[in-house]
């Protein structure tokens, strides 16, 4: 039992100590002896290491320096003294310098030395898979043209419309998988807690956190135009009751910018609505509130659609022959059994004359295919026009649609050949 406890402990440690890694730099320090030029290459260090605050940086070397002084009275051996000095290192910086290694320590003048260090700090490592192997993506607030806008017999705020909308967005974007969502909704609690990390009962090890907060590659910003679910109620003579049938409308103009260069990498306006039997299958059985928000998620997986096709369009994985099926590389909620994609077989890259931009490369349509089953990270589908053979790994597929709707389209239509 006793064994058994300690390996569950020794585990635990490493899953405490995961979040922290170390890396190692060079910094050059100058002073007026060798000693206060290591201690200025530790501080030039500690000014390279993101999350490490100013006055943490003060703090350490107010006291490297006080420490420096009193040991200095006991010793003019200039090494025993950065031995010294070296052991209070890592406890006055609460193991942020975590050790060093004097490269060079020389006198360049009269009156000044000069101290190149190795140094080793610790990092904050971020938990999970690393946010920098994808783009880093943001979902604004979308702006409103109305002041209020009716749902069903309820009456909601522009603030409340947007929110919900931007909401169901992040959500479909997230699942996706494609981007590190970044959050720009909560920044009121973010401030809160980062007031916190930054006191004084709060160690370096939580400060170097704020270090790690990252900026964005996109955003999405967008201005809702009309978003309605309207109710018509008619009474049947014939049956002698009333029947409720309903309809929705959403305008938007959406933008994907590029943050550091404000360029629109995509524009769309798009005016929708919901034929009558999606309406149905949406309202089926739920209270106005649970079809507001289910309409509403509805016509954000079409927005997220769109923008994940502009920049990650799917792309088969995995194929099977025997089944006649394809793995797609991806799922979770931005994907729904029964919908129909295009196999799109990659030609040859183009380029712009002009700019000698990239266009993409040709796309060839070889097979319709129907999603059988979504799991969180990929999707299974079923080959149902086309054959399997002409499939190969790292084809693209495409939500086939015409006028906004997703239409199957058969494969002797006399447009299936044009590219």
């Known amino acids: 039992m006793k064994n058994k406890l300690l390996v569950l402990l ?43 605050s100013i006055d943490s940086i003060r703090t350490f070397k107010n006291d490297i320096s006080e420490y420096a002084k009193s040991i200095d009275g006991q010793s003019t051996n200039e090494v025993e003294i950065n031995k010294l000095i070296q052991s ?17 320590n020389r006198k360049i003048s009269d009156n000044e030395w000069e101290a190149e260090l190795e140094i080793i700090l610790k990092k904050y490592k971020t938990p999970g898979i690393s946010p920098h192997s994808r783009r880093k993506i943001a979902i604004m607030p979308f702006r409103t043209l109305k002041s209020s ?44 807690e980062r ?14 956190k704020l270090g790690e907060v990252l900026g964005v590659d996109y ?10 679910i309207n109710k018509n109620k008619e009474y049947l003579d014939l049956i002698g009751e009333t029947l409720i049938t309903r309809g929705a409308e959403f305008n938007i103009d959406y933008r994907i910018i590029v943050m550091p260069t404000r360029q629109i990498k995509w524009s769309n306006t798009v005016s929708m609505g919901i034929d009558s039997k999606t309406m ?11 079809i507001h928000q289910r309409v509403m998620d509805y016509f954000a997986q079409i927005i997220s659609g769109q923008l994940l096709a502009n920049i990650f369009p799917l792309k088969i994985v995995n194929i099977s022959q025997r089944l006649k099926t394809i793995t797609l590389n991806q799922g979770g909620k931005s994907l729904k059994v029964g919908e129909v994609f295009e196999v799109m077989a990659l030609g040859e890259e183009m380029f712009d004359p002009y700019t000698k931009e ?36 790292g084809d693209i597929v495409r939500r086939k649609k015409t006028n906004n709707t997703w239409l199957d389209i058969e494969m002797d239509h006399p447009l299936w050949k044009v590219h």
Do not use: C, W
């Open 10 to 52: 020794l585990l635990f440690s490493g899953f405490l100590f995961a979040e922290v890694e170390t890396e190692k730099i060079r910094a050059l320090g100058y002073g007026v002896s060798a000693n206060t030029a290591i201690q200025e290459a530790l501080i030039e260090s500690l000014k390279q290491r993101k999350g490490v």
């Open 88 to 104: 209070k290192v890592t406890e006055i910086t609460t193991g942020v310098i975590h050790r060093y290694r004097i490269i060079e």
């Open 149 to 192: 806008y009716q749902i069903n017999d309820k009456i909601y705020s522009s603030t409340e419309t947007s929110r919900q909308f931007a909401q169901h967005l992040t959500n479909h974007i997230t699942h996706s998988r494609r981007f590190s969502v970044l959050d720009r909704e909560y920044m009121d609690e973010y401030l809160k």
């Open 195 to 208: 007031q916190l990390v930054l006191s004084t009962n709060s160690s370096l090890d939580e400060q170097m």
């Open 219 to 228: 955003m999405i910003v967008g201005k809702i135009g009309q978003a309605s």
């Open 280 to 290: 149905k299958s949406l309202t089926q059985n739920a209270t106005d509130n649970v």
């Open 358 to 393: 990239s266009l993409g490369q040709d796309e060839e349509r070889i097979a319709i295919a129907k999603i059988l089953k979504v799991l969180p990270k990929f999707s299974k589908a079923k080959i149902i026009k086309g054959n399997i053979e002409d499939i190969r790994k």
